[in-house]
């Protein structure tokens, strides 16, 4: 076992970075926002935030203001020196000790997992098959919802290449069908989220028993979902993985990438032997491009979204970029703009672009591409895609937007 370092805040303001430079000094840290939270955590030493009130505890404690600049050799002599903590913890060993844990929840039964070919689901994927091997069965679910290619590349990699147990369903009628004339955000998440576990159900009556569900669950849906200071936090948490899941449902989800931020669960996944190109991917939301048409999704919109989307990230990833954007992402809006084709005039979709600077996804800046790219990229989707007329570029934070805009 690894020592643990508890990290108590209010809420009001982000520590992640508190949390991500105690494990980077080899120390196992986690957010807590409660005194119930703290005494189940069970920390050898509590690093106290933004004037938290310090609770009645026997362990070593240590102020910060979590706005300043860290300073680490402060935070090695109080872990090192005055909590004595040991610097045990590191990705490596977390993968034994998540191995240890799935097989220790899993026993003999079968585990089914949403595999979308993101890095979340696929790293997910190759931690569970570690440690269960043939019984996780990795079920694709191909909802229309996709980007282009997408399909294609998930079922070459996991099921030639990784030989995992890859089950592909076809279900982008039944979830265009639900879909139709559904605009409000949450709605159309809780319908994709419904139908996601309703297949994963039709699934397992197909294959057998399954007694559990594994999801891609990272440590900053939990992060925000748990802070009491911030009251949309279960909607956000809705957002980030598919929403809606029933409250009768069967399985017990088993989650091995719950305590990681985003950059650990590619550091993870190169351990484990996924490609580069694929640990790289910028983030993708588990409705997949169901929330990416703001409004209304049909075919018709999600073909279009699906060209603007290939041209943005090939142009971004010509320019050199790719690797320097934490997400880039394409977005039709609800609306129609006056366009000019073939000599008459059109009323067209609009759409709008958006790459962010980000480590955690729970703080982003927007990326300041070169005005030449993109006018490159306009004028590609402008000649390539009949359907568009207005291309814009998204310069708004996080917060207090959101990364997608639905």
Not at 335 to 361: M, N
Request: net charge negative.
């Amino acid at each position: 076992m690894h020592d643990i370092v508890a990290i108590y805040t209010n809420g009001e303001t982000a520590v992640h970075h508190v949390a991500r430079a105690v494990r980077d000094l080899g120390v196992y840290s986690q957010v807590v926002f409660t005194p119930a939270m703290l005494a189940s955590l069970g920390a050898q030493a509590i690093i106290l935030c933004d004037e938290t009130t310090a609770p009645e505890a026997s362990v070593p404690m240590l102020a910060l203001d979590s706005t300043h600049p860290i300073d680490v050799e402060a935070l090695k002599h109080f872990l090192f020196e005055t909590a004595a903590l040991t610097a045990s913890w590191s990705l490596e060993a977390f993968i034994e000790e998540q191995v240890r844990r799935i097989k220790e929840q899993v026993g003999d039964k079968r585990v089914l997992l949403g595999l979308s070919g993101g890095v979340d689901s696929s790293v997910a994927a190759l931690l569970i098959h570690r440690a269960i091997g043939d019984r996780l069965v990795c079920v694709f679910v191909d909802h229309g919802l996709l980007r282009k290619g997408e399909a294609a590349m998930v079922e070459q990699l996991f099921r030639e290449h990784h030989k995992i147990n890859l089950v592909k369903v076809d279900a982008e009628d039944r979830f265009l069908t639900a879909l139709s004339g559904v605009a409000d955000p949450e709605e159309k998440r809780k319908i994709i989220g419904r139908l996601f576990i309703d297949t994963f159900h039709d699934a397992g009556r197909a294959l057998g028993e399954i007694s559990f569900l594994a999801q891609g669950t990272i440590y900053a849906d939990v992060i925000e979902s748990q802070n009491p200071a911030k009251a949309e936090g279960l909607a956000i948490k809705s957002h980030h993985n598919v929403g809606g899941l029933p409250a009768d449902l069967q399985w017990e989800l088993v989650e091995p990438l719950r305590e990681l931020f985003k950059d650990e669960v590619r550091k993870i996944g190169a351990i484990l032997g996924l490609p580069s190109q694929l640990l790289t991917r910028h983030p993708f939301p588990g409705p997949g491009l169901g929330v990416r048409c703001v409004g209304a999704v049909t075919k018709e919109r999600l073909n279009t979204l699906r060209e603007i989307d290939a041209i943005f990230i090939d142009e971004v990833r010509k320019a050199g970029l790719y690797d320097e954007v934490f997400q880039a992402i394409a977005c039709l809006l609800p609306v129609k703009s006056v366009g000019i084709r073939a000599g008459g005039r059109s009323h067209q979709e609009v759409c709008s672009l958006r790459a962010v600077q980000s480590v955690d996804a729970i703080h982003a800046s927007w990326y300041p591409f070169d005005a030449n790219l993109l006018r490159s990229i306009s004028t590609r989707i402008l000649s390539e895609v009949p359907t568009v007329s207005r291309v814009l570029y998204d310069i708004s934070d996080k917060p207090p937007a959101t990364i997608e805009w639905e």
